[in-house]
C-alpha cells in the first residue's frame, strides 16, 4: 500500500483483549483482536466487514480508545492526526471523543435519551466545545435538511420515541457530524432498518459524507451495502485481518477463499416445488388488532399452503406478518374470518384447542437465545415435547433425541450442554430440533434467519429445506429479508400495513409486472456491485420527476 | 381546545390515580373504623374506672352514642370527617380538629424540616456513590449510610443526645416547643430529633438512588454520552438521573411519609409535642375517636405522598407527557 501523507487514523498492530470468566474456572485473557493495521486519509471511507466476532465494532471504538464491557487495548498505537491517543489521559481523551472522532451506532432507538429533547443531544458536544447555542442549532438544522428529515427546523424539539426508526438513524448521523469530525465510526448503522428506509439512509449517509469532506470507518456485516459507501473494504475474521483492498477489489476479484465465500453467499437455493398435497393451511378473510387500538392491524388476510411447501410472508416491520402468526397459532384471536389447519376449522383462541392442533402446529423464533430456558440442558429442551405429545421416557427418550440431534447436524456430545455453550446458529438448530420433536405438520418460522450471520443463516436455510424434504413439513416463513425469501419459497406472500397486497407462486411473484409496493421492495435490496445505489436513487428521482 | 386537554393521556391517568387515591383513602377509613371497633376494652369503663356501677356505665354509653349499631355510628363519623368535624375526645371533650391541628402542624414542621437536609442529601450521596462506584467514596458512603439505618432509632436517639446535648451541650435535649417561640428557637429545639430522623431515612433512600441510577448507566445512551466525551458527572446527572426519577421519587415519598406516620419512637425520645406522642397517649387511655382521627390523618397522608409519588413518575415519563 503506498503510505499516505497526513492520515487522519493510523492504527499500527492493534492488540485487543478482554477477560473471560468461564464457570467454574480461573478468569481468562482473550485475545479479541490482533495484528490489524489500517491508513484512513482525509475524506476516505473505509469499510469493516466481517461476521459477528469478527472484532469489526472493537476496531471502530478503539479508535475513540473506548473497550465495551472491559475490553482493553494491550498493544500497538491508535494515531488521529499524528498522536497516539492511548497514551493521553483522561482530558485528552474526552477532548477527542464527541468532537475529533464521533459515533454512530446500530441501535438509535437505544442511543438516544428517552427524557431529552433530539436538539439538546445533537447538539451537546458542540455546546461542550464552546459554540454558541444559536449556532449549533443552525447547524443542526441544516444537517437535518441535507439528510432528508421531515420538517428540519421543528423535529429538533421532539423526543426520540416520537420519530422512527430510520428518521433516528439519521438524526444520530446529524449528531456525528454536528461537531464538525474529522473521523466518523459508523457501527452498522442501517443494519436495524427496514430495506426501503435502509436506501434512504444509506443515501442521505453517503452524501453527508462526500459533502462534509470527513473520513469514515463504516462497520458493517454486509458485503452489498458496504460495497455502495466505502473506498476501501477490509475483510475481518476472528480478529484478524483476512484482506484488505478497494472495493472494486474486494468485489470484483476477492484474493482470499474467506472473502469470495462472503461474495457469493446467498447461494442456497433451491426449484419451486408445485402445489401437490392437501392444503395444511387455510386462512380465510382474517382481520385482527388488539385490544385498545381503534384499527385493525391485519385486514382481510387469506392466505393457503399446501403440504410440504413453503410460504414466505414477506413485510417491512410493522406491516402485520408477525401479527399473523399470532393469530395463526390462537395467542391473539381474530375479531372476524376462519382459520382452517388439516380440514379442520381452529379455534380462534388458545384454550380450545387440542393437544393434537398444538402438536401440529410449531414454531420457531427469532431469537432462539430467549426461545430456551436457559438452565436446561439441550436434552431436556428437545426431550420435553417427545414427553409431553408422545409420553417418552428413559432410554427411548434419549434414543429419540439423538436422532432429532442428527438430523440437525449437532454431534453426540450436545446433548448434555446448556444453551449458553453454544454459537447462534447452534442454537437455532436446537430450536428447529425442539419443533420437529412434536412431528408437526407446520411450522411457523418467525424470521429464524434474522439474528444470524449470513454463512450461518445459509446453513439454517439449507438444514430447513432438507428437513422439508425428508419429513414433508410445511414451512409459513415470516422475513423481512428477500434473499431468504428467494432462498427458500415456493410460494410468496407481500404483506404492505395489514393487508397481503401480492401472493402466488415464488417466480410469479418476482417477476414483472410489480405493483409499487412490491416494485419499491424488491428495487431497494442492496446489491453487490459498485454504483448500484446511485442507479437507484437516480431512477427514482427520475420516475418521481417523471410523474 | 378542553375536550384535547381532557383527551391527553397524562390527564386521564392523573384523574384515574386521583379517584383511586381516594378510593384508598375511603377504603382506609373503613378499616380504621372496624378496627377500633374490635379493639378489648369498653371506653365508658375506663373513664369511670373499675369502681363504676353498672347504672353509670350505661348511662354512659348511651351519652357517648356506644349503644347505636355500627353502621350509622360509621356514617355519621365519615361525614363528620368530610366536613373537618372529627368529634370531641371521650376523656377530656376537648374538640379532636383543634388539638390535633397543633400536633399535626408540629409533626409536619419536625418532618419538613428533615425532609429538606435528608432528600438532598441522599441524592447527592447517591450521585456521587455511582460517581465512584466501587472506590472509597462510594465504600465509605455505603457503610456510613448502612450503619445508620441500622441502629434503632431510639438508641440513634440517645447516642445523638448523649455526644450533641450532654457532651458538647450544644442543643438542648428536650425538644418541646410553644406556641410563643420564634423560628430559630424552635429550630434550635428540634436539631436533634432532626438529626436523627435525617440519619435514619438517609440510607434507604441514598442506596435507592444509587442502584436506580446504576440500572440506567448501563443503557446504550449512557454509552452514547460517554462517547460524546461528556464528564462523568455530567453524564449521571444530565442522562442517567433524569431516567432514574420514578423509582427514586417512589422512595423518597415512602420515606417523607415515615416521617411523618412513624416518628412516634423519636418524638416520644425527645418529648416532642407531635402527633405521634398524642396517639399514643390516647392509646393509652382507650379514647376511640381520637384513635380514629389520628389513624385517618395519617392514612390521608400516607396514601396522599404515594399519589404524588405516582403522579411525578406519570409526568417524569416523556412517553406520557408528549405522545406520539
Redesign the interface.
Given at each position: 500500500m503506498s503510505e499516505i501523507e497526513n492520515p487522519v487514523l493510523e492504527i499500527r498492530d492493534l492488540k485487543i483483549e478482554a477477560t473471560s470468566y468461564p464457570p467454574g474456572e480461573k478468569p481468562v485473557d482473550v485475545t479479541i483482536v490482533e495484528g490489524v493495521s489500517l491508513t484512513l486519509a482525509k475524506g476516505k471511507v473505509m469499510g469493516l466487514i466481517g461476521e459477528s466476532g469478527a472484532g469489526k465494532s472493537t476496531i471502530g471504538?478503539s479508535s475513540?480508545a473506548?473497550g465495551?464491557g472491559g475490553v482493553r487495548i494491550t498493544a500497538g498505537e491508535v494515531l488521529v492526526n499524528g498522536t497516539d491517543i492511548l497514551k493521553g489521559g483522561a482530558g485528552a481523551?474526552?477532548?477527542?471523543?464527541?468532537?475529533t472522532v464521533?459515533?454512530v451506532?446500530q441501535?438509535a432507538a437505544?442511543?438516544?435519551?428517552?427524557?431529552?429533547k433530539l436538539m439538546d443531544q445533537v447538539i451537546?458536544?458542540s455546546l461542550?466545545m464552546g459554540v454558541a447555542r444559536a449556532e449549533a442549532e443552525a447547524r443542526a438544522v441544516a444537517l437535518f435538511e441535507k439528510l432528508g428529515l421531515p420538517s428540519p427546523k421543528t423535529i429538533g424539539n421532539?423526543?426520540p420515541?416520537?420519530v422512527s426508526g430510520g428518521q433516528l438513524q439519521r438524526v444520530m448521523t446529524a449528531m456525528a457530524l454536528c461537531p464538525q469530525p474529522e473521523l466518523v465510526v459508523f457501527d452498522e448503522p442501517t443494519t436495524a432498518l427496514d430495506v426501503t428506509t435502509q436506501i434512504d439512509v444509506l443515501a442521505a449517509i453517503k452524501e453527508a459524507i462526500r459533502d462534509t469532506g470527513v473520513a469514515a470507518l463504516y462497520i458493517t456485516h454486509d458485503l452489498a451495502v458496504v460495497a455502495q459507501v466505502s473506498d476501501e473494504i477490509m475483510v475481518l475474521r476472528h480478529g484478524n485481518m483476512v484482506e484488505l483492498g478497494t472495493a472494486e477489489q474486494i468485489i470484483h476479484d476477492p484474493r482470499e477463499e474467506y472473502t469470495r465465500d462472503l461474495v457469493s453467499v446467498r447461494q442456497v437455493n433451491h426449484a419451486e416445488k408445485p402445489a401437490v398435497g392437501e392444503a395444511v393451511l387455510k386462512i380465510n378473510d382474517i382481520s385482527a388488532r388488539y385490544s385498545g387500538l381503534k384499527f385493525d392491524v391485519l385486514k382481510h388476510v387469506t392466505l393457503e399452503l399446501a403440504a410440504g411447501q413453503t410460504l414466505a410472508v414477506v413485510g417491512e416491520s410493522g406491516s402485520g406478518k408477525s401479527t399473523l402468526a399470532r393469530v395463526i397459532t390462537g395467542l391473539l384471536p381474530p375479531n372476524a374470518g376462519s382459520i382452517e389447519f388439516c380440514g379442520r376449522t381452529l379455534s380462534p383462541a388458545l384454550k380450545g384447542r387440542s393437544k393434537e392442533d398444538l402438536r401440529e402446529l410449531q414454531m420457531i423464533y427469532q431469537m432462539a437465545d430467549t426461545a430456551m430456558n436457559p438452565r436446561q440442558t439441550v436434552a431436556a429442551i428437545i426431550g420435553r415435547p417427545l414427553e409431553f405429545y408422545f409420553g417418552l421416557k428413559g432410554a427411548e427418550k434419549r434414543k429419540r433425541v439423538q436422532e432429532l440431534l442428527d438430523e440437525i447436524e449437532l454431534g453426540t456430545g450436545f446433548a448434555d450442554r446448556y444453551p449458553a455453550e453454544l454459537s447462534g446458529g447452534q442454537k437455532q438448530r436446537v430450536c428447529i430440533a425442539r419443533a420437529l420433536a412434536a412431528k408437526p405438520k407446520l411450522i411457523i418460522c418467525d424470521e429464524v434467519t434474522s439474528a444470524l450471520d449470513p454463512l450461518v443463516a445459509d446453513g439454517i436455510l439449507k438444514l430447513l429445506l432438507n428437513l422439508q424434504k425428508e419429513e414433508g413439513v410445511a414451512y409459513l416463513f415470516i422475513t423481512h429479508d428477500l434473499a431468504t425469501v428467494k432462498a427458500i419459497a415456493d410460494k410468496i406472500a407481500v404483506m404492505y400495513r395489514g393487508a397481503v397486497v401480492r401472493d402466488g407462486n415464488r417466480d410469479e411473484v418476482l417477476s414483472p409486472p410489480f405493483d409499487d409496493y412490491t416494485d419499491l421492495l424488491l428495487s431497494s435490496v442492496p446489491e453487490m456491485r459498485l454504483g448500484w445505489l446511485e442507479e437507484v436513487i437516480a431512477h427514482r428521482k427520475m420516475e418521481a420527476g417523471g410523474e | 381546545m378542553i375536550t384535547s386537554i381532557i383527551g391527553h393521556p397524562v390527564v386521564r391517568l392523573v384523574a384515574h390515580r386521583i379517584a383511586m387515591g381516594l378510593l384508598l383513602l375511603f377504603a382506609a377509613s373503613l378499616l380504621i373504623f372496624v378496627g377500633t371497633q374490635i379493639l378489648p376494652g369498653d371506653v365508658a369503663q375506663s373513664i369511670l374506672g373499675q369502681s363504676a356501677t353498672p347504672q353509670a356505665l350505661a348511662n354512659l354509653r348511651a351519652e357517648l352514642g356506644l349503644n347505636e349499631p355500627a353502621v350509622s355510628r360509621y356514617l355519621s363519623w365519615l361525614l363528620g370527617a368530610l366536613h373537618g368535624d372529627l368529634g370531641t375526645a371521650l376523656t377530656n371533650g376537648q374538640d379532636i380538629a383543634d388539638a390535633m391541628g397543633r400536633r399535626l402542624g408540629n409533626t409536619l414542621f419536625l418532618a419538613g424540616c428533615a425532609a429538606i437536609i435528608a432528600v438532598p442529601l441522599a441524592l447527592t450521596l447517591g450521585l456521587v456513590s455511582v460517581r465512584y462506584q466501587g472506590r472509597w467514596p462510594d465504600k465509605l458512603i455505603s457503610a456510613v449510610t448502612l450503619a445508620s439505618v441500622s441502629v434503632p432509632e431510639f438508641l440513634l436517639g440517645y447516642i445523638v443526645m448523649f455526644i450533641m446535648a450532654v457532651r458538647l451541650r450544644a442543643f438542648p435535649s428536650v425538644s418541646t416547643v410553644y406556641d410563643s417561640m420564634s423560628l430559630l428557637e424552635r429550630l434550635n429545639a428540634i436539631a436533634l430529633p432532626v438529626t436523627v430522623l435525617v440519619l435514619v431515612v438517609l440510607g434507604h433512600m441514598m442506596r435507592m438512588t444509587r442502584a436506580a441510577i446504576l440500572n440506567v448507566m448501563q443503557s446504550a445512551y449512557i454509552e452514547t454520552a460517554e462517547l460524546k466525551g461528556m464528564r462523568p458527572f455530567r453524564i449521571i446527572w444530565r442522562h442517567a438521573l433524569p431516567n432514574a426519577i420514578a423509582p427514586v421519587v417512589n422512595v423518597v415519598m415512602l420515606n417523607l411519609a415515615y416521617l411523618v406516620v412513624g416518628v412516634v419512637v423519636v418524638e416520644v425520645v425527645f418529648v416532642y409535642p407531635g402527633m405521634g406522642q398524642y396517639l399514643v397517649d390516647h392509646v393509652a387511655k382507650r379514647d376511640v375517636p381520637v384513635v380514629q382521627a389520628c389513624g385517618l390523618v395519617f392514612a390521608a397522608v400516607y396514601i396522599g405522598l404515594n399519589m404524588i409519588a405516582d403522579l411525578v413518575s406519570i409526568l417524569a415519563n416523556p412517553r406520557l407527557r408528549h405522545p406520539k
Open positions: 471504538l475513540m473506548y465495551r481523551l474526552r477532548r477527542l471523543r464527541g468532537k464521533t459515533y451506532s441501535s437505544a442511543s438516544f435519551n428517552p427524557a431529552r451537546e458536544t461542550a421532539r423526543y420515541h416520537q | -
